[in-house]
């Protein structure tokens, strides 16, 4: 059993210069981002590139699902709705992805690395997804009951 | 007759032909790609001279480049090379008196290597390059004409209109030396040079040139396609042409996909049907009535459709398409969730496995495949979560109009409630520091003031729009306020609480009020002056009617701060609440983050990534 796997560890070299084009390009990624000072949008994407390095290294869906879950509530405080989360989350991975595909070129580790980087991409646009459908089911159900209750009243 | 050649990746055709109206072809040409040497002459001179002279040209170019080229630097070499030829040619324009007076244009060119070739010309033939689609010309055509306009005694336009603009300054022949003008280019991938002789440029617009030179097409298709534009051009003249093609850059990922990558995709087309309906794609309830057939070919070919020309076109534009078209169909028939992400799922499957084929003969087409099918499947979720957001925006709306609903139900309630007391809003004194006894400096009102203040009050109101009924509300109150001999704040509480009655407080409520206060202002101001009084009772007015406005605005301001201090408590709570929160989200994300780092390091990484983790994938 290895401790770092090569790939995280790959990744993990290259967080700087990802979130530093991140950073140039956050207005982009959602205008929330353009607004606020750039220690604040550093430290809110670096949660998001460290997680990243974590599920990378873990696979593991379950936590993945947990964190974009708090995620989605956490932007949804600063009045950004699920699409642009999406949206941001998938600009986010498409730009690791791309910067590894950048500084690795031609490196084993960077094609792999490249490739990993877009499943994840596809496997939290899918989470993201279940989760606002499973979202989307509890509020329906609750508007159902409200709208009964209502019609019931004399 | 077309010669073509290839070495180091330099493709190299040329092409040489009468013409229409000439007897004799009088051009000649070298391709010779071992010794990257190509040359385009166009000779001249009456009683078949012309020929003899672009021959031996020709050849003693031919021979002096075989003999010092291993020697001699390109640039030396070629000059060299044409000068021999010139002396050559004159000699042998000696020793025949039919002869005298032949000579020759040469253009010519080495290529080094792939990156570097050397230019020569002397005389009107030309050379051209192309680059990234745009032809630029390497030579400047030796003419009398063109000479006089490079020492500023023509202008363009008067070159072109001159009737010696087709004599030769220079060529080969007429005497033993001749100046030479040697360029050197520098080749890029794709780059494509050009040498012709006047037969060409002289009968065919440069535009159809750069055309053609750019159309991608073979360097012989090109070579021969140029020679059939000047003969269609009327081809007046003996007309050669050489097209050298530097190699062609290699092929971009976003290419290979484009072409290579799309074009395997399609072939496993039935391949992908197959999978999609091994995993039960035909049983999906979104398809739930169609023939398996007829959903398949709905379905899964749309998709894998779609994705081809996503990949063709490096464009997501289909493939979001498609998702939206099947999610937004399904969700208007209210259909569940889970068998449009089962119905995505299959799909993604069969894509994948699809790539996967691919990958298995092409790795490296593979893995560009796997990227761009990837990427194409992450723009169909973009879609469907698109409608999934609006969806429960929709939904969040609706609960909030039951939720104000019930909110009214409770408020009426509470009102009739109220009602029963008998008390009405203003007599219930909210405001404790505006006391309706509080003393304020009484400025005293004499009758004529209060004569004055009334007849501005009064051409104000005229001044007013019939329909603002707020302004003139305030108007009354200010001159209740300003004619109010005890000169306390009660008159502004009571006018301001009955200006300010029962209002929302946000921008639909308060925003108006204070623009009407705001409006009355103005007008009271500008209808001072229209008073007939004298300037200090004019002034009287005036300061009388600023007080009572700012008495006015205190008290509706007062009242206003009033109606949103519970909702600013409320506010402070939440906000106080929602740091705390922040900061207990902040805490267990640092925690969870430390627990995954510590769970990472215990896994076995030896297992594909989607089989490492504890949930199953």
């Keep these: 059993m290895s401790t770092e796997p090569p790939l995280a560890r790959a990744y993990d070299n290259l967080r700087p210069i990802i979130l530093q084009r991140l950073l140039d390009m956050r207005a982009t990624l959602d205008p929330s981002f353009g607004r606020i000072d750039e220690a604040t949008a550093r430290a809110q994407i670096s949660a998001v590139l460290e997680h990243l390095g974590n599920f990378l290294a873990s696979g593991d869906l379950g936590s993945h699902r947990a964190f974009l879950q708090t995620f989605l509530a956490m932007r949804a405080a600063e009045a950004q709705g699920a699409a642009a989360v999406l949206a941001m ?66 | 007759m077309t010669q073509t050649a290839s070495q180091h990746g330099i493709r190299v055709a040329g092409d040489t032909n009468v013409g229409k109206v000439r007897e004799t072809n009088e051009d000649s040409m070298i391709v010779d790609p071992v010794r990257g040497l190509y040359v385009v002459l166009d000779g001249m001179g009456g009683a078949n001279a012309g020929d003899v002279a672009s021959q031996t040209a020709r050849d003693a170019i031919r021979e002096y480049v075989m003999q010092y080229r291993t020697t001699t630097d390109p640039r030396t070499l070629i000059e060299a090379a044409i000068q021999h030829a010139s002396a050559t040619v004159f000699n042998a324009a000696q020793q025949a008196r039919e002869r005298h007076g032949m000579g020759t244009t040469v253009v010519g060119c080495i290529v080094v290597d792939e990156k570097r070739a050397v230019v020569a010309h002397v005389g009107d033939s030309r050379a051209y390059l192309l680059r990234n689609g745009r032809v630029q010309m390497l030579t400047r055509d030796h003419t009398i004409v063109e000479e006089l ?32 003008d040697v360029t050197d280019v520098e080749l890029r991938p794709g780059d494509r040079l050009m040498l012709c002789s006047d037969g060409l440029y002289g009968y065919a617009s440069a535009e159809a040139i750069q055309y053609l030179l750019g159309s991608g097409d073979a360097p012989e298709h090109v070579a021969r396609d140029l020679i059939d534009l000047a003969l269609r051009g009327g081809g007046g003249d003996n007309v050669t042409t050489i097209v050298i093609e530097a190699p062609q850059p290699p092929p971009s990922s976003t290419e290979v996909v484009r072409t290579t ?149 409770v408020d009426t309630a509470q009102e009739t409630a109220l009602e029963d007391t008998g008390d009405r809003f203003i007599d219930n004194p909210t405001v404790p520091f505006l006391r309706p006894d509080r003393p304020v400096t009484s400025p005293g009102v004499s009758a004529e003031l209060i004569k004055a203040i009334e007849q501005t009050i009064t051409i104000a109101r005229s001044r007013t729009s019939q329909r603002a009924e707020l302004v003139k509300q305030i108007l009354s109150s200010l001159e209740t306020i300003a004619i109010d001999a ?46 007939t009084a004298p300037d200090a009772m004019r002034a009287k007015v005036l300061r009388a009617l600023s007080s009572a406005h700012q008495r006015l605005v205190g008290a509706t301001t007062g009242l206003v701060l009033e109606a949103v201090a519970p909702y600013s408590e409320r506010l402070r709570e939440v906000q106080a609440k929602t740091s705390e929160m922040r900061d207990q989200v902040a805490k267990f994300e640092r925690k969870r983050a430390d627990l995954e780092r510590k769970y990472a390091t215990t896994i076995d990484h030896s297992q594909p990534w989607e089989k490492r983790g504890t949930t199953e994938w």
């Excluded at chain 1, 690795?104 to 792999?112: F, K, M, N, Y």
């Excluded at chain 2, 023509?154 to 007429?174: D, M, Q, T």
């Design chain 1, 89 to 154: 989350l998938v600009a986010i991975g498409d730009t690791a992805a791309q910067v590894a595909q950048d500084e690795l070129a031609g490196s084993i580790d960077g094609s792999e690395l490249t490739l990993l980087l877009t499943r994840v991409t596809a496997t939290t646009a899918r989470a993201i997804n279940d989760l606002v459908a499973e979202e989307l089911a509890r509020r329906t159900g609750q508007w159902n009951e409200l709208a009964a209750r209502e019609r019931g009243k004399p």
């Design chain 2, 149 to 180: 306009v490079d020492k500023g005694l023509l202008s363009a336009e008067e070159a072109e209109r001159h009737p010696y603009k087709n004599v030769l300054s220079r060529n080969l022949g007429a005497k033993p030396e001749t100046r030479v």
């Design chain 2, 261 to 409: 990558g799309a074009m395997q995709w399609w072939q496993r087309r039935s391949r992908f049907l197959q999978i999609a309906k091994d995993r039960g794609l035909t049983k999906n309830p979104i398809v739930r009535g169609l023939d398996p057939e007829e959903a398949l070919e709905l379905i899964a070919s749309s998709l894998c459709q779609a994705v081809f020309h996503d990949l063709e076109k490096s464009t997501g534009v289909n493939v979001w398409t498609f998702a939206q078209n099947i999610a937004g169909g399904w969700f208007e028939r209210s259909g569940e969730w889970a068998p449009l992400r089962a119905l995505m799922d299959i799909l993604a499957t069969a894509a994948r496995a699809v790539v996967d084929d691919i990958g298995v003969a092409d790795p490296k087409l593979g893995f560009l495949l796997s990227i761009a099918v990837s990427r194409a499947l992450v723009v169909g979720e973009l879609a469907i979560g698109g409608l999934l957001a609006e969806r429960l925006n929709r939904v969040d709306a609706n609960l909030i109009k039951v939720h104000a609903a019930m909110q009214e139900t």
């Design chain 2, 486 to 531: 005890t000169g306390n704040f009660a008159s502004a509480v009571l006018a301001a609480r009955e200006i300010y009655g029962v209002r929302p407080v946000d921008d639909t409520g308060i925003m108006p009020l204070f623009d009407a206060l705001d409006q009355a202002r103005i007008i009271t101001a500008a209808s001072v002056h229209q008073i």
